[in-house]
């Protein structure tokens, strides 16, 4: 076994149950941190395909930025067991059929697709470097890179807006 | 990959594993005779000549305090964040060119632990990950202070991190590079980015302070208000990560500073030295020329702590938001009219 596999093999275990465990343990802020585990391991999942770039903007936006912001919600809202929701059985049962079906399909679907990978082409290239894909996104993909960049904006805006308090009239 | 070369970057990595602790051990020592000075006093003058030995003496003091735990459920975490806070303090000098090359042996090293395409992103990376020690380690205290002070510590990093980052973009536009041994290579001779780029340089400078926490940005500790801050419970050796974190940080962005505004290794005269001097001795010079330089930051860091009061928090998100961050725009905006005219 190569030592990329093994690598490879470490990393999605702990993707997995980081993510299982993000789902099953019982303090919020437990949750947030597996979850930080889990998306450094997606990066390192990203270096294994050479994708440095990739890597590092995934930590920088997921761990360094988002997830940072989540915990200082997680921490200030002091939730308790107390004040946790009581869902219907009808919402659990409900739940339950919703993954079986679900899980039912995506099974199917990985026990039927046929991989397609074929043989890798060598093109010389260096797709690691940040140039190679700036130009690309700003060149060939300029619209929708602008479209996105437009929504990401929109979104800051539309949440200052919704959390501005209106003037009361007196 | 050849065993040597795997030899040489692992012994490369020790020594700057070490040179960084050194490093971190004297600048308390340091802080403690800047503020001395600062304030008319002696300072530490008991251990060794002028006090050298004291960093030594207060590392010991510290192993042999009890270890004090708080009544936590989260023994772990309580446990996990000192030891985050420290090792994302290390990690940063990787990328860190430390000079050009030495020839060793018939080989020719490299004074760089790794030069990736994407070392800025990756100093960014690590700097945004320092904020999980802080609020592990002040949640899991199970103290109203300390989540106070952790809380603060984050709002304000993340909030600095933004204009830190338009701050660099500028730089970036005029570098055309993120892998610092090529932003070094430009600055050959005297041709410093901190020539060009002085609201930048002022910009960072100003986000380096908020990102080590020290003063006038340092609420998180503020002890008027919350005791220590986020390391309130902790006692031991684990404070002692905390404090040896924050003087690392503070080790690290002096580094960043000058490879980024000031030139590196670069002195006036390198590439004579190196023609006339022979590789190595030129070179060494370059290794001495930064940390000339990186001292002086570290220097400037402390001089600063000793002369402006703290900031309230207010005015802080204030600086952060409203003067920084739009100043930086400015300067990107600047910086993309000057590279049009004249290039």
Known sequence: MSAILIIFYVLAAITLSTAFLTIYSKNPIHSAIYLVICFFSIAGHYLLFNAQFLAIVHIIVYSGAIMILFLFTIMLMNLNKEDEVHKPRITRLGAIVVFCVLSAVLITIFINSKTIVGDYDTTGEDFQSIKKLGKILLNEYMVPFEFASVLLLVAMIGTVLLSKKEKTNK | ?343
């Open chain 2, 1 to 343: 990959m050849d065993s040597a070369f795997i030899i040489e970057k692992s012994i490369f990595i020790v020594v700057i594993f070490a040179i960084t602790m050194i490093m971190a051990m004297y600048s308390t020592w340091a802080e403690r005779k800047v503020a001395a000075y600062l304030q008319d006093r002696v300072g530490p003058n008991r251990a060794g000549w002028g006090g050298l030995l004291q960093p030594l003496a207060d590392g010991m003091k510290l192993f042999a305090k009890e270890e004090f735990e708080p009544n936590t459920k989260n023994k772990f975490l309580f446990f996990v964040g000192p030891a985050i806070a420290m090792s994302t303090a290390l990690m940063t000098s990787a990328v860190i060119p430390w000079g050009d090359k030495l020839e060793l042996f018939g080989r020719t090293v490299i004074l760089q632990a790794t030069d990736t395409d994407s070392a800025l992103l990756y100093v960014f990376a690590v700097v945004s990950l320092g904020v999980y020690g802080i609020m592990i380690g002040g949640w899991a205290s199970n103290n109203k202070f300390s989540l106070m002070g952790a809380v603060r510590a984050a709002s304000q990093m993340v909030s600095y991190e933004v204009a830190m980052g338009l701050s660099i973009i500028a730089l970036l536009m005029m570098t055309g590079s993120l892998s610092l041994k090529e932003i070094s290579v430009q600055q050959a001779g005297m041709d410093w980015n901190v020539f060009y780029q002085p609201l930048g340089f002022f910009i960072f400078l100003i986000c380096a302070f908020a990102e080590t926490n020290r003063t006038p940005f340092d609420l998180a500790e503020c002890e008027s208000e919350l005791i220590g801050g986020y390391h309130t419970e902790y006692s031991s050796m684990k404070m002692g990560f905390y404090l040896f974190a924050e003087y690392a940080n503070m080790f690290i962005s002096a580094t960043i500073i000058s490879v980024l505004y000031f030139g590196g290794y670069n002195y006036p005269g390198m590439s004579w030295a190196v023609e006339n001097w022979g590789v190595n001795i030129g070179n060494v010079i370059g290794i001495f020329a930064l940390f000339a330089k990186l001292c002086f930051f570290i220097f400037f860091f402390m001089w600063i702590r000793w002369t402006i009061p703290r900031f309230r928090y207010d005015q802080l998100m204030n600086l952060g938001w409203k003067i920084l961050i739009p100043l930086s725009i400015v300067n990107i905006i600047i910086t993309g009219i000057c590279i049009l005219a004249f290039k």
